[in-house]
Each structure stands twice: as C-alpha cells, then as structure tokens.
C-alpha cells in the first residue's frame, strides 16, 4: 500500500441508522465510502473518485497542484452555476476610498503600499452577504465578505476575506459543497439566505472542522448593526518578502474605527422587514452625510519557527492566531469616502481574485488558500463574460500595464502593430521581462510524495472551538445557544440535530445540554471520537463582541417620536444634545407633514411612525404631548414602537406625555428609560445595550 492510500485509517465511526459509515482521515475528516446502497462518486467523465475530502498536494504541507483534474472540474463546474449573478457574495454594497501607510514594513516586504507611509492609495471595497442572491435582505444572520481592491503603484491587490476570522472548511475542494449546503434547497427552492434548514446543518453534522466557524456564526458577529461596525480578516496567513528574499507569515487584520456593535436576532428579523436595505442604506447615508466609515489595518507579524510552536497548524483556515499569542501591529488606515456613480457598472462589475498580489507579497499553502487562487479567477471569467474584465474601469490597474494578450470578448484596447509574442526582435520597444523590480514567488523547497493528503495537525477540531466559546461573555453565550436552538429547531430530521449536540459536548457540556433543553433531547447522544484530545486553551478576550464595543454614540442614531403639540424646546435641545455626540437624529410623527409644535410652529419630519419603527435606530426619545400620547396609546404602532426598543434593549428618554405611552406599553423602567430632563444620562445609557434587561424580556437568556 503506497503512502497516499494510508491517508484513510481503517477506523470505523458508529453512526445512527440513518447516517452511513465513514472512514476518517489522518487530518480527521470524515470519508463517506460507496457501497450497498450507495454507488460510486466519479467525475463527469466517469472516472471513480477515491478522495473528494482533499486536492492534490506537493507533499503533505506543500501547495496543491494544477495537474488537480478533479478539483478542476469540481470548482469550475460551481463557478459556472449563476450567471451573471455571483454565486457567493452576490448582495453587495461597495464604496471608493483610499489608504493610507502609517507604520512602514520596510524590514518584512518590498511592496511599496506597505513600505511607503504617508502615501494614499486609491481602493474599492466591496462589503456582503455570502449565503443570498442579490434580491435578499441586508440583515441576515450571515458572515460578510470584505474585500479590497488596492490600486497600486505596482499593479492591483485584492484583500478578500471575510468578516470572521475563520472559514468553515480547511480544503477548497469541499467549497461547493458547503455552498450546495448552504443555499436554497434544490428540490424547493427555500429558504433564501438562511441556514436553518436540513442540508446546512447534515453537511456540517459530517464536518467536524466546521465546528469552530459554527460558533462563531451563531454568535453576535453575523448580525451586525451596520457595515461600518464590522471587522475584516483575510482569514488566510499570507507571506511577506523582504529585499534580502527572507519571507515572513502575516495575516490581515482590519479594524472599525466605529467600533462593533450587533443587533439582536428577533430587531434583526423586524429590520429585515422594515428595510431590506438596512445596511446599504446606512452606508450610504454616513457618506452621503461625510461620516466615512473608516478602518485602521493592522498585521499579525510571525516567523516559520514561531508558527512551529503554535498549538495548532497556522495553514489550516478554521484557526486564528489569538491576539494574546501574536499582537497586532497597527499600520494604516482605510477611509471609504466616496459612493459608486453606478451601482451596476462598479460595485457588480467589481471583480476581487485572491490571485492578484503584487511583488513583495506571496502566498502560503494553505490548501484553501491554494484553490481560491483557481476559483476566483474562473468565476469572473464566467461571471463577467470575458477575459478581458480587468479592462473594466473598476477593475483596471491605475499604474501602466503592457503584455501580448490580444483580442477575445469585449476586447476595448487598441494594440497596435504585427507583434503579438515574445522573445520578439521586430518591435524597438515592446515590453520584456523585468527580473530585478519583477514578481518573484519565494524559493520553498518541497518535499515529500504528492498525494490528497490532509496533515495530522489539521485533526484537532474543537480546541479553538471550545477556546472561542469560553472566551464570550455570559450573555454571548446565552445568544450562541439561542441560535443554535433556533436554527436546529428548524430541521426536520433529528438525528441532525443529535449529530450536533453530540459535537457540542467536545466543546462545552453545558452548552451541549442547554442546546438539549431547548431542542427536547431527553439523553445526550454520545459525543463523537476524535483523532487529537481537545485542549483547554487559554479564554482569549480579543474573541468578544459586546465587550470590545467602543464608548461611542458617534455614528449611530436616534429615533425621536413627536405628534401634534410636542414641546418645542425640548424638541430642540434633544437634537442639540443627539448632535454634540456625533450621532445623528430622526424625527418621527404619526404623519408626515402638518405637525405643530406647542409654539405653533410646523417642523420637518423625517419618517412616518408606521414606516420608521423603532428597530432602525439605536435610541428611541418620546417628546410628547399628554393630547397627544392619549391617543397613541390606542395605536398598536405606537405601542410596539416603545415595547420593541424595551425588548431591544435600547435607551429610552421620555417627557410628561411620553410617561403616558410607556404606561399603556407597560414599559417598567430601569435606568436606562430616562427622563428628558436628563438627557446626558440618557447618553450614556445610549451607547451601548441593556444587557441586563435581557433576562427580563427573554427567559431563555
């Protein structure tokens, strides 16, 4: 038996009745063998797949290999499945900007967007969903892609990642079953841009290095208030190579100048409703308004010998590399200023490939990393027609460019002349090869026997997992298992959900129960073996959301319900308060138009009540006549305007007339529903969530 047949142990894993037994590889995926009633897997041609777990490496650790038909076929198949929508990614909101070097990495690479400070560069970011269609909602519980496109001196970078981290899968060969996973059921067409249906949550059952994603998409992080409140991650350690040729690792960090802020699932689900342009609206309007939203990048900086005392495989995409083990290193800032003049022909036509680096950087071998180098290119070959899609403006380079490639779809340059090759001695200045200032990859010996092979360190599946859930808060967790009950609440086949608790308990027992409870398990299913034992990594506080949000009202919003006969000048000394910090107001009125103040006055409006609920903004203040309120009182529009801010956990300032509504809404107050005669404290008490109200509204927390 030759070596890359050993990467199957001849363990079996005893499984429900309803789930087939697998073979687990050295690396711990499961491998699900063809027999009795299942026939073989091949490709298109009718060839008999051994391994559709993992690619074609160089070796065990080296990079995966063109001569990789299976993967080919596999990835390019499922690049070719939408057009022209993106298969992925495909609601999008983007934005111009630039960036500026603050901190030079002169000692580390020779590209010149990291080594000259002071220097502003030109980008476009793209900021999506990843699991709908372009016509779904902004607000689902959903990981964002991040991607940036720098404009360079030296050609084109695309930093594309993704809001998290981590990804669920650690070989791009299993990429389009996760999304085949993931989206519409094909028999039925639903649900659109959610995961809590069967065939998400069967793949992930069967995968158990998804495990660590799967806490963090259950957390807070995928129900962001806004886009200008999330952080970026080119999930991927990347190299960086000095003038001396000597390489380091890196991986890509960015940073909300904003800060983070979430939403809660039930506000989520209402937004969704009351605008399913929540977030692209927002973005927007803070550009609109000269609010740029804005992040500072920052690196995690490491050698091979560093990488080689890490308690888990830096190449593997479903780890990170805590804060507490790597600092970061602050080194720019991105300022997005600038809205596209057609949404169509910039933010659509934009086409990110991980592919697209520029000398100085190169790539690791992550086999994830390894195939997206193949797939992003493929997919914008199909998506956008034709090979020459880098001649679309968004796309093309804002430095010189030159080289032999001619004609082909969409061809808008005018070569000239009979020359259309090189070496060539007929054209005096026909671009050459530049071997000094030129691309170079890095000079890594590989060695080893070629095979689909998945390295024994990428086998330990729960450590970070575990390590991520005790790093969260008391009410962080309460949350994550809320979502998990919710979303295994809605599949159909039990032993789906048992196969998930039964991981659960390698993560933490009482989250394993918890989950139990909520889902009506009487008996804890046994959990599932494992190849490597589950460390206790230490709590890494980096990991949390609510406790990393800054002390901040600037950017955010403050829903202010008037009618007829409100106060006037606590109208007016409301919005100046709202303004001096840096947040922004909305007034809102049973109407429109026509509304009188108590000085007789008629002031603008910004939002009519039953259009403008109280889910879109991040306060609520009532300026209310007692006229006024008695009749709002018998208005339900009203009352869930109060009671879903309650609910929401929002600060709530109020006057005489307003006190009436929170009556009638049966709104018991705490301190953080606050008399306007306070409205600093209602400030405060504005920048951040009740957390401690929670239990009193949602029983499961």
């Known amino acids: 038996m030759s070596k890359t047949d050993t990467t199957i142990v001849n363990t079996e894993i ?24 299942h026939p073989e897997l091949t490709t298109n041609q009718g060839v008999v797949i051994a391994d559709d777990q993992n690619s074609l490496k160089a070796s065990v650790r080296g990079p995966t290999l063109l001569e990789d038909f299976i993967l080919r076929e596999k990835i390019t198949h499922f690049d070719h499945e939408r057009i022209p929508e993106r298969v992925v990614h495909a609601r999008g909101t983007g934005a111009h900007g630039y960036f500026e070097l603050t901190h030079s990495l002169e000692k580390y690479t020779t590209a010149k967007i990291l080594i000259e400070t002071g220097r502003q560069t030109p980008v476009f970011t793209r900021i999506s969903t990843v699991a709908g269609g372009s016509g779904s909602v902004d607000t689902p519980r959903d990981v964002r892609g991040f991607a940036v496109k720098f404009y360079t001196s030296e050609g084109n970078w695309d930093l594309v990642g993704n809001n998290i981290p981590v990804f669920f899968i650690q070989d791009a060969i299993k990429f389009p079953d996760l999304v085949h996973a993931v989206k519409m059921e094909p028999d039925r067409g ?33 129900l962001p208030r806004s886009l200008r409140m999330i952080e970026g991650f080119g999930v991927h350690s990347y190299r960086l190579i000095n003038a001396d040729g000597h390489a380091s690792f890196v991986k890509f960090h960015w940073r909300p100048k904003a800060g983070l802020q979430s939403t809660i699932w039930d506000e989520t689900v209402k937004i969704a409703g009351a605008d399913p342009d929540f977030h692209r609206r927002d973005f927007f309007d803070a550009i609109a308004s000269g609010d740029f939203p804005e992040w500072e990048l920052a690196v995690q900086l490491f050698t091979q010998e560093e990488a080689d005392q ?38 659509e036509q934009v086409a990110f490939c991980p592919s697209h680096i520029v000398p100085g950087i190169d790539f690791s071998n992550d086999p994830l990393l390894q195939g997206r180098l193949f797939s992003y290119l493929d997919t914008q ?29 969409m061809q808008m340059a005018h070569a000239t002349g009979r020359v259309a090759y090189e070496p060539n001695s007929l054209v005096k ?68 959900s048992e196969a998930m608790v039964g991981h659960m308990l390698h993560i933490n027992e009482e989250l394993a129960r918890r989950v139990a409870v909520g889902l009506g398990i009487k008996v804890l299913p046994v959990a599932p073996p494992v190849l490597v034992e589950v460390q206790d990594l230490p709590a890494s506080p980096a990991l949390q959301l609510i406790d990393k949000m800054k002390d901040t009202l600037a950017g955010r919003v403050v829903g202010i319900l008037i009618a007829e006969g409100s106060d006037a000048s606590a109208l007016e000394k ?20 026509g509304i009188h103040l108590s ?9 009519q009540l039953a259009g403008s609920p109280s889910v879109i903004f991040d306060a609520i203040a009532l300026v209310l006549s007692s006229e006024s309120a008695k009749k709002l009182e018998h208005d339900m529009t009203s009352i869930d305007f109060v009671r879903d801010a309650y609910s929401h956990l929002k600060a709530i300032a109020y006057d005489k007339g307003g006190d009436i509504l929170l009556k009638a809404a049966c709104i018991n107050k705490d301190v953080a529903v606050i008399s306007t005669d306070k409205l600093k404290d209602f400030l405060t008490a504005a920048k951040t969530r009740q957390w401690n109200r929670e239990k009193l509204v949602r029983p499961l927390v």
Request: net charge negative.
């Open 599 to 607: 000085d007789g006055t008629e002031t603008k409006v910004d939002g």
């Open 14 to 37: 005893k499984q429900t009745k309803s789930r087939t037994t697998t073979l687990t590889g050295n690396g711990g995926e499961l491998h699900q063998t063809a027999g009795k009633n």
């Open 310 to 347: 890490f308690p888990f495989d830096h190449l593997d995409a479903t780890k990170l590399i805590p804060e507490e083990l790597v600092p970061l290193t602050f080194i720019g800032r991105m300022v997005l200023d600038r809205w596209p003049d057609n949404f169509f022909a910039e933010t």
């Open 190 to 222: 639903f649900p659109q841009a959610a995961t809590a249906h069967d065939t998400f949550w069967d793949f992930i059952s069967l995968t158990p290095e998804a495990m660590h994603m799967v806490m963090w998409i259950m957390s807070d992080r995928t």
């Open 381 to 409: 070959l199909s998506r956008l027609g034709s090979a020459n899609f880098h001649q679309i403006p968004v796309n093309a380079p804002k430095c010189p460019f030159a080289n032999y490639q001619r004609d082909g779809h």
């Open 429 to 496: 200045d026909a671009p050459r090869e530049q071997p000094v200032k030129g691309f170079k990859s890095m000079a890594e010996p590989v060695a080893g026997d070629k095979g689909r092979i998945r390295p024994e360190s990428f086998a330990d599946h729960y450590s970070q997992a575990r390590q991520f859930y005790a790093s969260q808060n008391e009410t962080e967790q309460a949350h994550i298992i809320a979502a998990l009950i919710f979303e295994l609440s809605k599949v159909e086949h039990p032993h789906i």
């Open 574 to 593: 409301l919005k100046a308060a709202v303004t001096s910090a840096d947040a922004k107001y909305k007034v809102i009125a049973p109407r429109i138009n």
